[in-house]
Nanobody
């Protein structure tokens, strides 16, 4: 089973930036699409962004578009989420997940335990 470990969360002010990282233990990291999802306090899981294995396809939810950027370094087995112009409503537990295939349209299989992001002044 692949292990995914998120990091980079913390407290930031509105308008600030954070960069989340997710490191994978998988030997075939470069074969799979990856996702970032979040869960705000008291709410359900929300898909935030995804990237295909070769970075040709990306997805951003409307709330993330224009502010967040997903990227990956297959040589480092790591996926990133650069978050700018942060808002209080971006507060939540951020998870990364590995998809079943190289496509962002496929289901997600392995999940990390999350990193907490708090946006507050």
């Amino acid at each position: 089973q692949v292990q995914l470990v998120e990091s980079g969360g913390g407290l930031a002010q509105p308008g600030g930036s954070l960069r989340l990282s997710c490191a994978s233990s998988g030997l075939t990291f470069g074969n799979y699409a990856l996702t970032w999802a979040r869960q705000a306090p008291g709410k359900g899981l929300e898909w935030v962004s995804a990237v295909s294995n070769d970075v040709r396809d990306t997805y951003y939810t409307g709330a993330a578009k224009g502010r967040f950027t997903i990227s990956r370094d297959n040589a480092k087995n790591t996926v990133y989420l650069e978050m700018n112009s942060l808002k209080p409503e971006d507060t939540g537990l951020y998870y990364c997940a590995e998809h079943l295939t190289n496509s962002i349209a496929s289901g997600m299989d392995s999940w990390g335990k999350g990193t907490l992001v708090t946006i507050s002044s």
